[in-house]
């Protein structure tokens, strides 16, 4: 059929319909999101790897079970890109590092299977820092990827490259991974929306590597970002189906208990600093709510936050930082040394049973996060404490180091409890996106999902957009 639109502008909910309508093919939707990322990537470098033949061989599939008249899925025809640390058959899982080039995934990770089970096109590879380190995007392996918005902002991490894909019309939705921000800094800083769901709400495995310390099991997410509310609501459904090969699901109704609308806002969460623009953005989230017919009440301080950002940094550095500096130092990326550096003074100072410890004070944090929620089910909090970082504002000496460390707090305290948490996109400071975090309690994505089309439907930055860089 002649049509008037392009179709990587438009949302995955409504291509999948499409799709599904047979009122374009997969075929077509593939053909122009390969077409878009010919055009913008070598500007962006968001995608490191793709191969034209298997995407459109994928297409094809879907077209030929629509056409014998099967379900593909809510996410029929829908092109996904996928981080570089997370296994894609035929694939290597980089995370970004020398060291891994030969890890080729000879199965998809969990949670990109469900999402190919529910109709969705692998589009390619989106890049991150070497060992997934750092909030900016860059390796020696694939380079450095460009915020579409601005080429002086990062675009996130570690999640960058998904982030500038989504954001630049690469595909409607993008895997990635959040042990401490990386899903939704990278939507935050690229003016998209990141959701990172409860700990075993989404399956995650990569039969090509190693398992995984005990302390990032704890924290570290799978999750998508996306241009709208509606696309995660959907992705969420597809990536959370069964896969007993992560130990961690647990199978929790996506709907939880019908629940009053009822926010807590905290402007400064642990008394730390905050730009007033992310003020002024969190007080313009709080009206929307208020809108939305919200009942929000701002409070001073939310219950052991700072403990809860330690519990991270200590399961994190505790937990393996030896076998890190020894693999920075073998891979050589020069970034990921100066973080491994600069946090070398903290995990030195820890003690030896420092793991027993963290956890010990995570259980808690965690019966303190918990009933907190039961008075305020939904808590609103800065994403960062500044607006998106200069790129490479983190290589700048000890002193640029500390000043990331210090505005990512809020970002840094949900995943040592396992929250979920969701950075929504709500407007532009001249061309610089800014935003605001929803957090719910565990297993409760419905809610921050429910808070987040609220705040949407009241303004968002335009997306995708022709990379400014």
């Given at each position: 059929?002649?049509?008037?639109?392009?179709?990587?502008?438009?949302?995955?909910?409504?291509?999948?319909?499409?799709?599904?309508?047979?009122?374009?093919?997969?075929?077509?939707?593939?053909?122009?999101?390969?077409?878009?990322?010919?055009?913008?990537?070598?500007?962006?470098?968001?995608?490191?790897?793709?191969?034209?033949?298997?995407?459109?061989?994928?297409?094809?599939?879907?077209?030929?079970?629509?056409?014998?008249?099967?379900?593909?899925?809510?996410?029929?025809?829908?092109?996904?890109?996928?981080?570089?640390?997370?296994?894609?058959?035929?694939?290597?899982?980089?995370?970004?590092?020398h060291?891994?080039?030969?890890?080729?995934?000879?199965v998809?990770?969990?949670?990109?299977?469900?999402?190919?089970?529910?109709?969705?096109?692998?589009?390619?590879?989106?890049?991150?820092?070497?060992?997934?380190?750092?909030?900016?995007?860059?390796?020696?392996?694939?380079?450095?990827?460009?915020?579409?918005?601005?080429?002086a902002?990062?675009?996130?991490?570690s999640?960058?490259?998904?982030?500038?894909?989504?954001?630049?019309?690469?595909?409607?939705?993008?895997?990635?991974?959040?042990?401490?921000?990386?899903?939704?800094?990278?939507?935050?800083?690229?003016?998209?929306?990141?959701?990172?769901?409860?700990?075993?709400?989404?399956?995650?495995?990569?039969?090509?590597?190693?398992?995984?310390?005990i302390?990032?099991?704890?924290?570290?997410?799978?999750?998508?970002?996306?241009?709208?509310?509606?696309?995660?609501?959907?992705?969420?459904?597809?990536?959370?189906?069964?896969?007993?090969?992560?130990?961690?699901?647990v199978?929790?109704?996506?709907?939880?208990?019908?629940?009053?609308?009822?926010?807590?806002?905290?402007?400064?969460?642990?008394?730390?600093?905050?730009?007033?623009?992310?003020?002024?953005?969190?007080?313009?989230?709080?009206?929307?709510?208020?809108?939305?017919?919200?009942?929000?009440?701002e409070?001073?301080?939310?219950?052991?936050?700072?403990?809860?950002?330690?519990?991270?940094?200590?399961?994190?550095?505790?937990?393996?930082?030896?076998?890190?500096?020894?693999?920075?130092?073998?891979?050589?990326?020069?970034?990921?040394?100066?973080?491994?550096?600069?946090?070398?003074?903290?995990?030195?100072?820890?003690?030896?049973?420092?793991?027993?410890?963290?956890?010990?004070?995570?259980?808690t944090?965690?019966?303190?996060?918990?009933?907190?929620?039961?008075?305020?089910?939904?808590?609103?909090?800065?994403?960062?404490?500044e607006?998106?970082?200069?790129?490479?504002?983190?290589?700048?000496?000890?002193?640029?180091?500390?000043?990331?460390?210090?505005?990512?707090?809020?970002?840094?305290?949900?995943?040592?409890?396992?929250?979920?948490?969701?950075?929504?996109?709500?407007?532009?400071?001249?061309?610089?996106?800014?935003?605001?975090?929803?957090?719910?309690?565990?297993?409760?994505?419905?809610?921050?999902?429910?808070?987040?089309?609220?705040?949407?439907?009241?303004?968002?930055?335009?997306?995708?957009?022709?990379?400014?860089?």
């Open positions: 059929m002649k049509r008037d639109v392009e179709l990587w502008r438009l949302p995955a909910t409504e291509l999948a319909q499409w799709v599904r309508l047979r009122k374009v093919s997969a075929r077509e939707a593939a053909v122009d999101a390969l077409k878009r990322l010919d055009e913008v990537n070598p500007r962006i470098n968001a995608v490191v790897a793709h191969r034209p033949e298997q995407v459109l061989a994928q297409a094809d599939e879907v077209d030929r079970r629509i056409g014998r008249g099967e379900d593909v899925g809510p996410l029929a025809g829908v092109p996904v890109t996928v981080k570089i640390n997370v296994d894609m058959a035929g694939f290597p899982t980089t995370n970004g590092t060291l891994q080039r030969d890890f080729i995934a000879k998809n990770s969990p949670a990109v299977e469900n999402l190919v089970r529910a109709g969705a096109v692998l589009l390619g590879r989106s890049n991150a820092p070497t060992f997934a380190l750092r909030w900016f995007t860059s390796n020696s392996l694939d380079g450095a990827t460009r915020n579409p918005r601005s080429s902002l990062t675009p996130g991490g999640s960058g490259g998904g982030a500038a894909a989504v954001t630049a019309g690469i595909g409607q939705l993008a895997v990635g991974t959040d042990i401490g921000g990386s899903l939704r800094y990278p939507a935050y800083a690229c003016g998209i929306h990141g959701l990172r769901p409860t700990l075993g709400r989404v399956p995650a495995y990569n039969a090509s590597s190693p398992e995984r310390p302390g990032p099991q704890m924290m570290s997410s799978t999750g998508l970002m996306a241009r709208t509310i509606d696309d995660l609501r959907v992705g969420l459904a597809a990536m959370a189906a069964p896969d007993l090969r992560d130990p961690w699901w199978p929790v109704p996506l709907e939880g208990p019908e629940t009053p609308r009822v926010a807590a806002m905290c402007l400064r969460p642990g008394g730390m600093e905050i730009d007033e623009h992310v003020e002024a953005a969190m007080l313009d989230a709080a009206r929307r709510l208020s809108d939305a017919g919200w009942t929000v009440t409070i001073d301080d939310v219950p052991m936050m700072r403990e809860a950002a330690d519990v991270q940094m200590h399961l994190w550095l505790g937990d393996g930082f030896a076998n890190l500096v020894n693999a920075a130092q073998r891979d050589g990326d020069a970034a990921a040394l100066a973080v491994v550096n600069a946090v070398r003074g903290m995990a030195e100072a820890l003690p030896g049973d420092v793991v027993s410890r963290a956890l010990v004070l995570r259980t944090v965690q019966r303190a996060w918990r009933l907190f929620f039961t008075e305020y089910p939904v808590l609103l909090l800065p994403v960062s404490g607006l998106p970082f200069p790129d490479g504002l983190d290589l700048q000496g000890q002193a640029g180091f500390e000043r990331v460390w210090r505005a990512q707090l809020p970002m840094r305290a949900p995943p040592a409890l396992g929250l979920p948490g969701l950075a929504v996109s709500t407007n532009l400071v001249g061309s610089v996106p800014v935003g605001v975090q929803i957090v719910a309690s565990h297993y409760r994505e419905d809610l921050c999902l429910l808070a987040g089309k609220a705040i949407e439907a009241r303004g968002t930055p335009a997306s995708p957009i022709d990379p400014l860089v």
